[in-house]
């Protein structure tokens, strides 16, 4: 079956970096995504990655390695409103999306 | 302004009752999707639609139904609710086969 499987939770302190993990398992492979919750809001997009390596947009990076199934997704400089889910979600080979149940992440200061 | 809106934001609604929850594009996306949203869990896919006029059955269509008259227009249709309807539901669209989805503001349903 198809898999995607990320950290339920995770604190980290303002002004620090934090890596979310992600692994998956899916039919065929279209490109990574990565998109932020807000509690009580939308999902809003973040980063594709559908080559291996790196993709940075600001203070956030993005990494994917196809062979290994995985990618992270990197934020510097922690700031409280990044208090919010990171959601990973692949497109299989029939381009539909396959969504983890996100990670939570709790920013302190 | 361009983008996607729900309604309504929020009902509560008895089992057994019919209820559309609407969404409405003005983007010109030719893909639409309905998930729902449970703590937990990542957003399923309920059904979608490529283009005007298909439709297609996601991963929990079950007790769900829509329709695609035109580009703009996807409404999402209970029948007759059941307490396990009770969820977030979010109405997205995107140019076909890309993954960067433009997400409704969600429509919080509790059925009792």
């Known amino acids: 079956g198809q898999n995607i499987d990320q950290p339920t939770e995770m604190t980290a302190t303002e002004g620090a970096i934090v890596q979310i993990n992600c692994t998956y398992q899916t039919s065929g492979f279209n490109g990574l995504f990565w998109y932020q919750q807000h509690a009580g809001e939308a999902p809003t997009f973040l980063s594709y990655n559908v080559l291996d390596g790196l993709e940075e947009k600001g203070r956030f990076s993005s990494f994917l390695s196809r062979s290994k199934g995985y990618s992270y997704l990197l934020l510097k400089e922690l700031q409280m409103k990044d208090s919010a889910s990171y959601l990973c979600a692949v497109m299989d080979s029939n381009y539909q999306l396959i969504w983890g149940a996100g990670t939570k992440l709790i920013i302190k200061p | 302004i361009a983008g996607i809106t729900q309604a309504p934001t929020s009902q509560i609604l008895a089992a057994g009752r019919r209820m559309t929850l609407r969404c409405t594009q003005d983007m010109r996306h030719n893909a639409m999707y309905w998930y729902r949203q449970d703590l937990g869990l990542g957003l399923r896919l309920i059904h979608y639609?490529?283009?005007?006029?298909?439709?297609g059955k996601g991963e929990v269509p079950d007790g769900y139904s829509v329709s695609r008259a035109n580009t703009d227009d996807f409404p999402l249709t209970l029948a007759s609710a059941v307490p396990s309807q009770t969820s977030v539901y979010f109405c997205?669209?995107?140019?076909?086969?890309?993954?960067?989805?433009?997400f409704g503001e969600g429509s919080r349903l509790t059925v009792l």
């Open positions: 639609s490529n283009t005007a006029g298909t439709t």
């Open positions: 997205a669209s995107s140019l076909q086969n890309t993954g960067e989805l433009f």
